[in-house]
């Protein structure tokens, strides 16, 4: 994280992950499987989260909370949820 | 650029809300703070207000924010107020020549923050007319707190202060009718929307909205999978349900004139929008089938005086 630069002032900064490392809120993980991904972007739009890169369509596994609306949105079902191991 | 929209080159835009903020996961709001950012023409910077709210307290965590635009939060009841002193500010900085390049201003506030506690610093920033836009995502209760009911929170919907029991069964009131409210402000556009399909509808209202002068309001449905009580990864789902049941209606009233932007193909039973959530499990129970035939009357009767004033 982007330390406060001094003299503190009452500003933000706008940063990713600005509620620090999301991903371990995540209890299944949403995996893409490119053989079927037709790169319709479909997923990026639902995102909530706004973790799936639009061109590579990758998922950033640091902030996804694993929600699995990309999942249920997937129009060629692409995208699976495992369960995260412990 | 033209109105017409083309996903394909939306996704090119750099993303306004940056991911790691501390919104649910599956939460309606994200996906609709950052539809209607991704209107925003890509040179233009935007102003972001914020009332106090579940969207507030999860993207604005000091020192950081999660939004790429500036950023200012006051206080519950006066975001519209806020805007438009910012807007005003603006403005005279721009006679003077001392700030370059177009600026939008966009607030961003709960039903709990514009319903109910914001609704006077609302109508006034209407009423003076400054060019800025107001987006109420309404999740139909005061998510942030404890799922209190609010004055959008629908009837029979049980809350933490609408609890079923022997004594109540869920809210008594019907919806506040917001949106209608603001029209009646005459201001030069109102709509109604909800995140479905691939975004279009979102994002072409967003789009008149911001690039309109003058003040603009958007109500979005934003579900909340805590209040709602229905599985998080349904979030789609339940705002299509809500659109095609006909209890959030799509459309938008320019200059007075009121348009319908979606009429479902066929419009479903309400039941069919209150059975995946538990807030209105109790509907379900014997004995209670008046209460899904009263709310099936409510909203065939908001939906035919509508239709009379949309002309379809």
Redesign the interface.
Known sequence: ??S?TKPYRP????????????GS??AHRPVIDNQICTKC??C????????ID??EITI?Y????????C???CPTGAIS?LKEEE | MSTVYNLKREVEKPARLTGGHRLCAGCGAGIVVSGVLRALDKEDRAVVVNATSCLEVSTFIYPYTAYMDSYIHSAFENSAATCSGVEAAYNALKRRGKVEGTVKFITFAGDGGTYDIGLQSLSGAMERGHDMVYVCYDNEAYMNTGIQRSSSTSRFARTTTTPIGSAGQGKKQNKKDLTEILVAHHIPYVAQTAPIGNFKDLHTKSYKAIYTEGPCFLNILSPCPRGWDYPMAQLAEITKLAVDTCVWPLFEVEEGVWRMTYTPKKKLPVEDFLRPQGRFRHMFKPGNEWMIAEAQAYVDQKWESLLERTGV
């Open positions: 994280m982007k406060v500003i933000s900064w706008p940063m990713k992950g600005a509620g620090g490392d999301t809120w995540r972007q479909i990026w739009v639902y995102c909530p989260e706004a973790v639009r061109n950033d640091r902030y996804c909370k694993g929600c699995g609306v999942a249920v949105e949820m």
